[in-house]
């Protein structure tokens, strides 16, 4: 049985994922905008630390990303998702109670390690079905854009009122609320693929990374997320100097990104029913490229960043939401949560490098400089994008079953991904329901029906 549209148990992982994973960003996020500014009392305090404390949150989520998501492969997402979320919670006390910008960067360390958008993604891949798993995905893609959003309002607000403390006591309340998500919203699911051992080897994780659409694809995300740092490094400031008040400048951020989402979705609906994918892809990288071409030369106008900032996150919004669905049909089934890992590390490592070469430009040239090295790298980003291949899609069918147990369950999806034609099978014990990705030209369907005690 397939469908033309999400059916209630993807649509309860996407929200629930999305909302775990815009906590988790909001981490990421609300500190950009005031630490410079309200760090200046911590003890130590120093340019260079800033950057450190800034950059350790992403660079410890970029060397730990693969190593989670091998282990998301092994014991089950959910196991990962919430430790990672407790580790999380833990960095943030340890920052929230720290004195000194040094152990500010110890707790924004153990944040980062704390590293669960690898699980969180190859949890979303579970849970959907291949051609409805770019929808899924925009979601999560939506909640990244939307917790930048409103970090840019409540960090500023949290810290006015409370200090750099009051912004990490915050963050740990959300990480707990996170923990509540994963344990009792998210839907559950036992996933197995082909080869029965799930835990990818060391060897298989060297060749995703030398496979050349993966490698494409982590090459771009990494400057998706460079580009998003490099610019908002003198973003901000530059507002401020054009006229634009510092809390007034969630007037722009919101608008903004809302219509951005809005704009991005039938381009995503268009790019899916007529199979333009790849042109689609291809005109985004572009259109990134262009916007913030544009806004070296405008800006000083409000208006004129306000236009290039929705052709910006247009553009992002759509690659951030067609990206993981592509790195998960490219990869093997049994290696999902690993080619999850590198993509993910990819991300933030893009975030880290982004800081660096924003706040080197702005520091060296102009403003104008920063968002030009930003074109460049989109630019860059083009020319590496422009042979991507788009995977062909696999069908995607749903028997009903009979679950006694999670035990049950396991074996179910074993000897299920052991049929002829059976690329993937998911066991939903909540819907007693088995999802199978199948190649239809080597799948006997009656065989299926059987094992799944239906016949």
């Not at 930048?148 to 409540?154: E, V």
């Not at 333009?276 to 490229?289: C, M, Y």
């Not at 403003?367 to 788009?390: C, E, P, S």
């Not at 990705?437 to 080597?442: A, G, M, R, V």
Request: glycine letters at 8%; proline letters at 4%; one cysteine or more.
């Amino acid at each position: 049985m397939t469908a033309s549209s999400l059916n209630s148990r993807e649509k309860r992982a996407a929200v629930s994922l999305a909302s775990v994973f815009a906590f988790r960003m909001l981490g990421l996020f609300m500190l950009m905008p005031v630490l410079a500014i309200y760090g200046q009392s911590l003890e130590g305090f120093s340019p260079i630390w800033i950057g450190f404390a800034i950059g350790a949150y992403g660079l410890t989520q970029a060397v730990l990303q693969i190593p989670m998501g091998r282990l998301s492969d092994k014991i089950g997402r959910k196991k990962v998702i919430v430790g990672g979320l407790v580790v999380f919670a833990i960095g943030s006390v340890v920052a929230a109670l720290a004195d000194s910008i040094q152990m500010v960067t110890v707790g924004r360390a153990l944040q980062g390690m704390g590293a669960i958008a690898s699980a969180l993604l190859a949890f979303a891949s579970d849970l959907s079905r291949d051609e409805q798993r770019p929808k899924v995905m925009a979601v999560i893609g939506m909640s990244i854009g939307m917790s930048f959003a409103f970090a840019m309002l409540l960090g500023p607000i949290v810290a006015a009122s409370w200090g750099i403390a009051g912004v990490f006591w915050l963050t740990a309340i959300l990480a707990v609320f996170g923990i509540f998500i994963v344990t009792m919203l998210v839907p559950k699911a036992v996933n197995k693929a082909p080869k029965g051992d799930t835990l990818a080897s060391f060897s298989d994780i060297k060749k995703l990374i030398k496979h050349p659409q993966l490698a494409r694809l982590n090459a771009g995300v990494l400057l998706l997320h460079l580009t998003l740092t490099t610019i908002f490094v003198v973003l901000p400031s530059q507002l401020i100097k054009d006229g634009l008040v510092a809390d007034q400048h969630w007037y722009l951020y919101i608008p903004v990104l809302f219509l951005a989402f809005l704009l991005m979705v039938p381009i995503m609906i268009v790019a899916i029913k007529k199979e333009k994918e790849k042109q689609a892809f291809i005109g985004s990288v572009a259109l990134l490229t262009i916007s913030m071409l544009a806004m070296s030369v405008w800006v000083n106008s409000v208006v004129g960043i306000a236009v290039c900032m929705l052709l910006y996150f247009v553009a992002f919004n759509f690659l951030e939401a067609t990206m993981p669905a592509l790195v998960s049909r490219i990869a093997p089934a049994s290696q999902k949560g690993s080619a999850m890992g590198g993509y993910s590390s990819s991300q933030f490592l893009g975030a880290f490098l982004g800081g660096m070469l924003g706040g080197y430009v702005a520091q060296t040239t102009t403003t104008q400089a920063v968002f030009a090295a930003a074109a460049l790298v989109g630019l860059i980003w083009l020319i590496i994008a422009w042979k991507m291949q788009v995977p062909p899609k696999s069908k995607v069918i749903s028997l009903m079953t009979k679950l006694d147990s999670e035990e049950h369950a396991q074996t179910l999806a074993s000897q299920l991904v052991a049929l002829p034609g059976v690329i993937e099978a998911t066991v939903v014990c909540d819907e007693s329901r088995s999802y199978l990705k199948i190649n239809d030209k080597e799948f006997d369907l009656d065989q299926a029906r059987k094992v799944a005690g239906l016949i």
